[in-house]
């Protein structure tokens, strides 16, 4: 079976994100605006330059900065709010909360962006959803902790939803330039209050942290423009399988066994949403 650019790109985006937040659980000596600014910083050096090279516009097409912008603000919040997380909250945990933006993304874009839901979906989504819960639990549900990741995840959520309507005719280094500056200004200011110089690995660290993320945002762009965003959505829930590997290999974390069903279960709704999504677009080309 031949494998979409989409599903492709989504796929690698989500391992890339995985080793991001690894990057910044080994970090824990750093405050995190200067994580954040770190990783924005590489990043945004590194598309600039890009974008530069190419003769492509930075600010991008001007009926598409509103929605450039949204995606930049909201994505800001998403960075903020899941990196604080991380630092409160074992690896998978941190992650598995994460991968309620999917159910966001594809909520919101039914208003957002006229992309409905099919019956059968809502049912995958709540198989997809429900491995999540299993495969958390229950415990210190309203913990701070807890609540940075939700919140991290209805903007990572939202924020996708401003890149689906941002359209598929802009350069895919565009959207980056704005998901960098963002979190970029704004961990500018909070880190004059809470300043720390990096020694030693800490720098080969953030580096990776920046750089992977930089490929990363590349990735997720190309993903979206691609494929319908319910549908990509959808994909990222498979890196609680490398949240989980790494929590458990690189940090000792233990691994619950309710995680095993959970992480079936939501196996299983994504497949089947891939699955059906598939078949329904199979459909349409035939019907046209």
Same mark, same amino acid.
Not at 77 to 101: D, M, V
């Given at each position: ?18 080793? =991001? ?13 200067? $994580? ?5 910083? $590489?990043? &945004? ?9 190419? #003769? ?24 903020? @709010?899941?990196? @604080?997380?991380?630092?409160? @909250?074992? %690896?998978?945990?941190? /992650?598995? %909360? ?11 874009? $039914?208003? &957002? ?20 819960? =299993? ?7 309203? *913990? ?6 939700? !919140?991290?995840?209805?903007? *990572?959520?939202? *924020? *996708? ?6 359209? #598929? ?15 970029? /200004? $704004?961990? /500018? ?5 809470? %300043? ?10 953030? @580096? ?6 930089? =490929? ?10 691609? +494929? ?10 498979? !890196? ?12 000792? #974390? ?14 299983? !709704? ?9 078949? +329904?677009? +199979? ?6």
């Amino acid at each position: 079976m031949r494998v979409s650019p989409g599903i492709f790109y989504m796929l690698a985006s989500t391992a890339l994100l995985a080793l =991001v937040n690894v990057a910044v659980k080994k970090l824990t000596d750093l405050p995190t605006a200067e $994580i954040i600014f770190a990783r924005c910083l $590489i990043s &945004l050096v590194l598309t600039v330059w890009q974008l530069h090279r190419t #003769d492509t516009p930075i600010l991008g097409p001007p009926k598409a900065r509103f929605n450039l912008l949204g995606r930049g603000v909201f994505g800001a919040g998403s960075i903020i @709010l899941g990196f @604080l997380a991380l630092k409160a @909250l074992p %690896l998978g945990a941190a /992650a598995t %909360l994460s991968y309620l933006a999917p159910v966001v993304t594809a909520v919101a874009a $039914i208003w &957002l962006i006229g992309e409905p839901l099919k019956p059968w979906q809502w049912l995958f989504y709540a198989m997809a959803v429900g491995g999540v819960v =299993v495969a958390k639990g229950t415990a210190g549900l309203l *913990s701070a902790g807890v609540l940075l990741g939700v !919140g991290s995840a209805v903007s *990572s959520g939202v *924020s *996708s939803v401003f890149l689906r309507r941002a359209g #598929d005719k802009i350069a895919p280094l565009v959207p980056v330039f704005y998901f960098n500056v963002v979190p970029l /200004a $704004i961990s /500018a200011v909070w880190m004059l209050f809470d %300043l720390k110089l990096p020694h030693g690995i800490e720098w080969a660290w953030l @580096l990776l942290a920046g750089v992977f993320t930089h =490929v990363a945002l590349w990735c997720v762009t190309h993903a979206f423009q691609k +494929q319908q965003a319910n549908f990509v959505a959808a994909l990222d829930y498979l !890196g609680l399988i490398y949240a989980t590997a790494l929590g458990y290999f690189v940090f000792g #974390d233990k691994v619950k066994f309710s995680v095993y069903p959970g992480i079936a279960l939501l196996l299983v !709704g994504v497949g089947l949403n891939a699955w059906y999504t598939s078949r +329904q677009e +199979q459909k349409k080309e035939t019907a046209s």
